[in-house]
């Protein structure tokens, strides 16, 4: 076989595994045709996301809207906010300790009272899998 006959020969094969064809008649030792096995395995499905948990879900939403409103008079609305009653008060909780440290210790200070209060207490909301009064509760 000449080298480009070959190489020819070498490509078509590569071609053929990579479709994941079955290159001969898949015969048994016997020379009957073994009909349990497959050209190719089906494609694997990409892992699915996972779920964030809800008390970091509740920690994340409240710390963001605390750094809103710090330096704002009013809260807004709980609802535009995408808050639950419960998670509406953790943040008028966290936003009051972190403005009283704001004046004492300064914006960073705040700023990081935000994420461990909202973390604490979104953590002891959900520690017993969360409200069951509905979902605004």
Do not use: F
């Not at 096995?37 to 970091?56: D, F, I, L, V």
């Amino acid at each position: 076989m000449t080298r480009g006959g070959r190489h020819a020969t070498a490509v078509a094969l590569v071609s053929v595994l990579l479709a994941g064809v079955p290159l001969g008649g898949c015969a048994g030792a016997d020379g009957a045709r073994d009909e349990t096995r497959t050209s190719a395995a089906p494609p694997a499905e990409p892992p699915s996301p996972s779920a964030t948990p809800p008390e970091e879900l509740c920690a994340q939403i409240v710390a963001h809207w605390s750094r809103e409103v710090l330096d704002e008079d009013t809260y807004g609305d709980y609802q535009s906010m995408g808050l639950s009653n419960g998670q509406y008060e953790i943040l008028m909780d966290v936003v009051d300790a972190a403005r009283a440290e704001k004046d004492h210790e300064g914006e960073a200070a705040a700023r990081e009272l935000i994420d461990r209060r909202a973390g604490d207490r979104c953590a002891e909301r959900y520690r017993d899998g969360g409200p069951t009064a509905g979902p605004w509760s």
